[in-house]
């Protein structure tokens, strides 16, 4: 297996673009969730799915959107880049019962300029 | 509502020397508690977890972390510390009777000293 898997590692926008932060898992894991993390800040959840076809917001969702089509895959999309959003996003997976592990990918540094 | 409090921005502990992780939590039912660790440039990596049963749960890479339901506590210890566990540490709790959102603590940094 795989695992969780992110791309890019790396990116730098300007001001007002856009892109997209893929996800995957191999896993057949019900529960995806985004997170950021800024220093001192911990992490913080952005958005969620339980299922193919049901997302929810998490702590911080303004400026970012999600769908989740498949159990596979679960993007993370900012529709229009500001530089508050410079973090570093997680994406996790695991099975949907509370005492299930949650299996991190290894991030994507983004940095908006 | 689940809160979790990681007290120590950072613990220094020499090497050989025993470490401790302080966590404690806050849930309306009873918890499942959980750490992770986070080499520099890494994603999470789980560590070990509470269920249910004994209140001493044993992980990866030698550390161990005590359930305390009394003091509301899951400390994460090791009895001798290597320079190669210096890394973030977290902690995290979900409610079992509530959501299986988790949520984390801010993360404590672990810096082992040669």
């Known amino acids: 297996n795989a695992g969780v898997t992110q791309t890019p590692k790396f990116q730098v926008l300007k001001t007002g673009q856009s892109m997209t932060l893929q996800c995957a898992q191999d896993?057949?894991?019900?529960?995806m969730s985004w997170y950021r993390q800024d220093p001192g800040m911990g992490l913080r959840l952005i958005h969620y799915?339980?299922?193919?076809?049901?997302?929810d917001q998490g702590e911080v969702p303004n400026g970012y959107n999600v769908s989740r089509s498949t159990t596979e895959d679960f993007p993370l999309r900012l529709l229009s880049a500001a530089p508050s959003q410079t973090s570093v996003y997680f994406c996790?997976?695991?099975?949907?019962?509370?005492?299930?592990?949650?299996?991190f990918g290894p991030g994507t540094r983004l940095t908006v300029l | 509502a689940q809160s979790v409090a990681q007290p120590e921005d950072q613990v220094n502990v020499a090497e050989g020397n025993p470490l401790t992780v302080k966590c404690t939590y806050s849930v309306s039912g009873n918890p499942y508690l959980f750490w992770y660790v986070q080499y520099p440039n890494r994603g999470l990596q789980f560590l070990l977890k509470y269920i249910t049963g004994d209140n001493l749960v044993k992980g990866s890479y030698g550390f161990e972390a005590e359930f305390n339901k009394s003091q509301t506590s899951f400390h994460l210890k090791k009895p001798s510390a290597l320079v190669s566990d210096s890394a973030l540490y977290f902690c995290a709790v979900r409610d079992k009777e509530g959501s299986y959102i988790p949520t984390f603590g801010r993360g404590t940094s672990l810096i082992v000293h040669p």
């Open positions: 996790a997976s695991s099975y949907s019962t509370s005492k299930d592990t949650q299996y």
């Open positions: 799915s339980v299922g193919a076809g049901i997302t």
């Open positions: 896993m057949n894991h019900e529960y």
